[in-house]
């Protein structure tokens, strides 16, 4: 019986980790990807932004020392902890190099932004308004004002 009750229990968890997958993936699925409503000049544009912010963010990276990469690194101190910690400890040429490169990220979707008809305009904004209504009580949590390196 407890061999049962067992075998029950086991393969309940499994199919609903297997449908909690399965919705993810059909989340993922379901939205037209934006490439399609973009013309050649914005997928264009869109790449070299990307390859700017990874190059600002590999050179930031570099410039850690190795206390600063344990503080990114440690799974005991939460988000917030973790980025009080890193902002202390951040000398004045990391703080200049991180106000560049936020500077950046935002001249970048800016310009991004200005690039977009107005049809795009609404379909990003119902697509964004359907993928965070589908997506409700399935949130990850965390910090929105959290440092991404």
Request: a positive charge.
């Amino acid at each position: 019986m407890k061999f049962k009750t067992l075998a029950l229990l086991v393969a309940t968890i499994y199919s609903v980790s297997l449908n909690a997958q399965r919705r993810q993936t059909d989340l993922k699925h379901n939205f037209p990807r934006i490439e399609s409503i973009l013309s050649q000049e914005q997928i264009k544009m869109l790449e070299s932004q990307k390859e700017i912010i990874r190059m600002k963010r590999d050179s930031f990276r570099k410039s850690l020392t190795e206390e600063q990469k344990s503080i990114m690194k440690s799974r005991i101190l939460n988000s917030d902890e973790r980025r009080r910690s890193i902002m202390a400890s951040l000398n004045d040429e990391q703080r200049d190099l991180l106000e560049t490169h936020e500077g950046k990220i935002k001249t970048l979707r800016k310009e991004f932004q200005e690039s977009l008809s107005n049809d795009q305009k609404e379909f990003l904004r119902k697509t964004r308004l359907q993928y965070h209504g589908r997506n409700k009580g399935n949130q990850r949590g965390g910090s929105k004002n959290r440092m991404r390196i």
